[in-house]
């Protein structure tokens, strides 16, 4: 039994040795693995079977990326509804800093029937 609990805290230990190598390998913030959306992954992951795979890149970047695209535009479609019968107007944009340049992209501008 003692035996057992040993190879389990060594396993432990390993995971969080490459857990922060990841993180610091890949050039993640500290902070990476306390986020929310990781979290559930890793418990997802706890989850599975041992003959599970990680999704590769073509998976990742393909189907799940198109899934996952998909349900945020039905959620962000719904937010538009919301807001523009609550304020009247609502409008959607993602924005980056390049070269210390800020940038806005408005992707989505509605009116609701009051303002028309």
Known sequence: ???ARQGAIGADAKATAAMAGMVHGGGLPDGFLEKPKVKAAMMAYKATSSAYELPGAKQVGGPLLDSLSAKYTRHSEGNMDMYKEDCGLACMSDGATVNRTPLVNVLAV???????
């Open 1 to 3: 039994m003692a035996f």
């Open 110 to 116: 509605v009116m609701s029937s009051v303002m028309q």
